[in-house]
């Protein structure tokens, strides 16, 4: 765990130092981020708030789509930029064969790698989805409903989206570990949008209540499912296969 440890913090201190990268991460997320929040809070929940006694599962549905996909905006951009830069620069630069070269164990070195790009996007993540569910109550909901929040909201935005991201991130890596960084990176980059406008989506159209139990356990059965198939690819992950994917 130690070692883990040690090359989790290296690896998120190198790409830190990469300023531009993080300006541009930074920028994107928040104009994302914003232009969702602007456009559920205008076309939804503004509307829903007229009426003289609001529809509070409509609401809840609202309010769990927009905090969700601020966190999985925050997660997927973050992945997006960092999972293909970290995972071709240290190939190039030939860390992972300097790494390889130590007693750490292979499997190590991937879990390490998979959170480093996945925590700064969960730091990220949670709190633009906090500030958007503060944002919106208090603008919205406590002047004449109270706080809303109940704890299937709390769960899918704030435990299940990030348990896919991270299932993901050990995808990723496996992948780019084992083969060519582009492969696991076309995975992160098209789940991404694919996947935010699917539930947003089953979410909106009701086909899955996103303030529901069943939102929530959808995520995890996803989060499950992608990282059952990371670790049934865990078997590539050898020393040699590492060493000739460079």
Known sequence: MRDIAL???MTIRNNLRLKIILSV???VVVICVVALVVAFCTLAIGPA????IPDRPALETYLSVTIYGACLIGLGVNMNIFASQTMTR???RGNITALLATPLKASHIWIAKSLAVFLPGLVIGEILALISLLAVNYIYFVPRIGFLLNPWIAMSSFAAAPLIYLSLSLL???IGLTGKSATG???VQVFLPVFVSLMINLGVH???DAASWSFTLANLGLAAVIGIIAILLRQRLTRERIVLSI
């Open 90 to 92: 240290e190939k190039s």
């Open 49 to 52: 708030m007229k009426a003289e």
């Open 206 to 208: 009701h086909v899955l």
């Open 7 to 9: 090359i989790t913090a």
């Open 25 to 27: 991460l930074i920028a």
């Open 185 to 187: 990176n076309v995975i």
């Open 172 to 174: 990723a890596h496996v």
